[in-house]
């Protein structure tokens, strides 16, 4: 009986540590690289199977240059999201991407090391200051109109990890006449 509850405390143990690594590797490293929101090549900006064009080019040949930007397309900030999608917002709110920039923040020295170990990044100060790391948590990482904004205004709408991470700039979704 005990070595089989040792079996499974072993199993469930290694399925966490599996779920763990698979979720660092699954970190959205194309999307550092090309500097691209996620929906540029996914159907769905959570990631999976289904691409869009560009995300079938990008597969097919890495070397493709994927767009980062949207001649006419600006960072809009996430309380221009909640307008209309309030549900979603909400949703947002509950996840750590709502506070993801706090998180980088208060992170303790031996968890941003750990971190910064698996994703392959120098640690050189605090993890705030250090571009690969405020990348991932902020939105619009030096893109056009992103992280770090014109003001002060602009930067706090686009500190963690907002809609328009994922989605890209919001302004020309906002522009469009609703149907």
């Not at 079938?56 to 001649?71: E, F, G, H, R």
């Not at 809009?76 to 949703?91: D, E, L, R, Y």
């Not at 996840?95 to 640690?123: F, R």
Request: hydrophobic share 35%.
């Amino acid at each position: 009986m005990r070595r089989t509850m040792l079996l499974f405390g072993i199993l469930v143990i290694g399925l966490c540590a599996l779920s763990v690594t698979q979720r660092a590797q699954a970190f959205p490293q194309r999307a550092r690289d090309t500097k691209a929101a996620c929906a540029t090549c996914h159907m769905n900006v959570a990631g999976g199977p289904d691409l869009t064009e560009v995300g079938k080019k990008y597969k097919a040949d890495s070397t493709t240059a994927v767009p980062t930007t949207v001649k006419g397309a600006d960072y809009v900030g996430n309380n221009k999201c909640k307008m209309c999608h309030s549900k979603q917002f909400k949703a947002w709110q509950a996840t750590k991407h709502a506070s993801a920039w706090v998180g980088l923040q208060k992170a303790d020295d031996h968890a941003a090391h750990e971190m910064a170990e698996k994703l392959n990044i120098k640690l050189e100060g605090k993890p705030e200051t250090v571009d690969a790391c405020v990348t991932c948590h902020v939105t619009g990482f030096h893109l056009t109109g992103g992280y770090p904004g014109a003001d002060s205004l602009k930067t706090a709408a686009l500190v963690n990890v907002t809609c328009e991470s994922c989605h890209g700039p919001g302004s020309m979704h906002i522009a469009a006449k609703a149907e």
